[in-house]
């Protein structure tokens, strides 16, 4: 239903520009209020999430209150892993709300560069990738239940301001800055940045899918291989038997050639991907901790196995 939400709005909102209802640029136009109203709505609704999540009595492990006891930390990383508002589940719903306003955003910058003529291969080839990107999460946006954010992470203040706020409008960061700034990225470069672009692809999405799959059937072969598993549950096959968080390599790489269209005159378009690196670093602390507590013996055979964290020989 994602996809299908993601084109009906992009339908509704094509019918509005045609129309004459709204402008192509009014998000652009508005975004530092789009930024501010976020905001505050992100606080409200966390301290909201914060409140309901300490009054439940479920017992499931999705909606039963994992509470520490110190306000802020549970504010910040949540009560509940998956609490429901009317049946709909808010982790994924929020998701879905931050990527289709990252695109949003993008495609009204997009609307502002081709009004003022500026538009050209650094701005197509940054809107084509965060474009393919977005559109692809929403095409196998089953596989997010397999993924870290669903699985372990409470919803709290930093999932709800990180979906809200912090996705839409810092992962676009890169085209406001081509928006002010002409880049004419040379065709060697284009060509480089496309070849990051494929393979972060390739890695992120091929590792996400093999994981999933594994998941669903433990049986299904890997690269046309019957899968190698640690203890039947740690796959060790694929992009897994290469590095334990190799989909964060691919990520990174991701996230990498989003910013090369700018070029190298200025750091701040590579604000996301110097984030991004940070954050999953830290992530793959965590995650590691967590499936060592969890696998234990089993995991200590599974890092023997495949002894690089995300890149390999390097990390």
């Given at each position: 239903?994602?996809?299908?939400?993601?084109?009906?709005?992009l339908?509704l909102?094509?019918?509005?520009?045609?129309?004459g209802?709204?402008?192509?640029?009014?998000?652009?136009d508005r975004?530092l209020?789009l930024?501010?109203t976020?905001?505050?709505?992100?606080v409200?609704v966390?301290?909201l999430?914060?409140y309901?999540?300490?009054?439940?009595?479920?017992?499931?492990?999705s909606?039963?209150p994992h509470a520490t006891g110190?306000?802020i930390?549970?504010?910040?990383?949540?009560?509940q892993?998956?609490p429901?508002?009317?049946g709909?589940?808010?982790?994924?719903?929020?998701?879905?709300a931050?990527?289709m306003?990252?695109?949003?955003?993008?495609?009204?910058l997009?609307?502002k560069?081709y009004l003022?003529g500026?538009?050209?291969r650094?701005?197509?080839?940054?809107?084509f990738?965060?474009?393919?990107?977005i559109i692809d999460?929403?095409?196998?946006?089953e596989?997010m239940?397999?993924?870290w954010?669903?699985?372990?992470?409470?919803?709290g203040?930093?999932l709800?301001?990180?979906?809200?706020?912090f996705?839409p409008?810092?992962?676009?960061?890169?085209?406001w800055w081509?928006l002010?700034n002409?880049?004419?990225l040379?065709?060697l470069?284009s060509?480089?940045?496309?070849?990051?672009f494929?393979?972060?692809?390739?890695v992120f999405?091929?590792a996400?899918?093999?994981k999933?799959?594994?998941k669903k059937?433990?049986?299904?072969p890997?690269?046309g291989?019957?899968?190698?598993?640690?203890?039947?549950?740690?796959?060790v096959?694929?992009?897994?038997?290469?590095?334990?968080?190799c989909?964060?390599l691919?990520d990174?790489?991701?996230?990498?050639?989003?910013?090369?269209?700018?070029?190298?005159?200025?750091?701040i378009?590579y604000?996301?991907?110097?984030?991004?690196?940070?954050?999953?670093?830290?992530r793959?602390?965590?995650?590691e901790?967590?499936?060592?507590?969890?696998?234990?013996?089993?995991?200590?055979?599974?890092?023997k196995l495949?002894p690089?964290?995300?890149?390999?020989y390097?990390?």
């Amino acid at each position: 239903t994602g996809l299908l939400s993601l084109l009906l709005l992009l339908g509704l909102s094509a019918l509005g520009v045609y129309m004459g209802w709204m402008t192509p640029t009014v998000v652009a136009d508005r975004g530092l209020e789009l930024l501010s109203t976020t905001f505050i709505f992100s606080v409200i609704v966390s301290f909201l999430l914060y409140y309901t999540g300490l009054r439940s009595r479920h017992q499931s492990s999705s909606l039963k209150p994992h509470a520490t006891g110190s306000f802020i930390q549970d504010w910040w990383f949540g009560v509940q892993l998956n609490p429901h508002f009317m049946g709909v589940d808010l982790k994924f719903f929020f998701i879905r709300a931050g990527m289709m306003a990252w695109l949003f955003i993008n495609l009204s910058l997009l609307a502002k560069s081709y009004l003022a003529g500026s538009v050209n291969r650094a701005v197509i080839l940054y809107q084509f990738f965060c474009g393919w990107y977005i559109i692809d999460y929403f095409i196998h946006e089953e596989f997010m239940t397999s993924t870290w954010d669903i699985i372990a992470e409470r919803l709290g203040f930093m999932l709800v301001f990180g979906d809200l706020v912090f996705i839409p409008f810092t992962f676009t960061i890169q085209g406001w800055w081509l928006l002010g700034n002409k880049m004419e990225l040379p065709l060697l470069a284009s060509v480089a940045n496309c070849i990051i672009f494929l393979i972060g692809y390739l890695v992120f999405r091929g590792a996400n899918k093999q994981k999933h799959l594994f998941k669903k059937d433990p049986k299904a072969p890997i690269w046309g291989k019957p899968p190698k598993v640690v203890g039947g549950k740690l796959l060790v096959s694929g992009y897994w038997g290469i590095a334990r968080h190799c989909n964060y390599l691919g990520d990174l790489l991701l996230a990498l050639s989003f910013s090369l269209p700018c070029g190298a005159s200025s750091v701040i378009p590579y604000f996301y991907p110097t984030y991004l690196l940070i954050l999953l670093i830290w992530r793959e602390r965590r995650d590691e901790a967590r499936c060592s507590e969890k696998y234990k013996d089993i995991w200590a055979e599974y890092c023997k196995l495949v002894p690089w964290r995300i890149l390999p020989y390097v990390y």
